[in-house]
């Protein structure tokens, strides 16, 4: 089965910025929508960004204009851009894939903002 790969995770200060990067350890057919959601402990899974096959994209209100998720359907990888960073982004980000035939999750990646 398919896993997903997620990297760039960390701790940073705030206003700081990180990268996500997700990548398939394997070969995923007929993917439509690639994103990122977080957890932050206590509170429920809640999408971050979001990208369509054909480009468009959707962002949580509290992450525009700071964050952009860009994707290459060649490789089938998707990533994260995080800028300005804040403390109430600190949570375990996963990645997700959806196909026309399954939706696959990654592992999940700490990213902590603090002082």
């Known amino acids: 089965q398919v896993q997903l790969v997620e990297s760039g995770g960390g701790s940073v200060q705030p206003g700081g910025s990180l990268r996500l990067s997700c990548a398939p350890s394997g070969s995923i057919f007929g993917i439509r929508d690639m994103g990122w959601y977080r957890q932050a402990p206590g509170k429920e899974r809640e999408l971050v960004a979001a990208i369509t096959s054909g480009g468009t994209t959707n962002y949580a209100d509290s992450v525009k204009g700071r964050f952009t998720i860009s994707r290459d359907s060649a490789k089938n990888t998707v990533d994260l851009l995080m800028n300005s960073l804040k403390p109430e982004d600190t949570a375990v980000y996963y990645c997700?894939?959806?196909?026309?035939?399954?939706?696959?999750w990654g592992q999940g990646t700490q990213v902590t903002v603090s002082s």
């Open positions: 997700n894939i959806v196909s026309i035939y399954r939706t696959s």
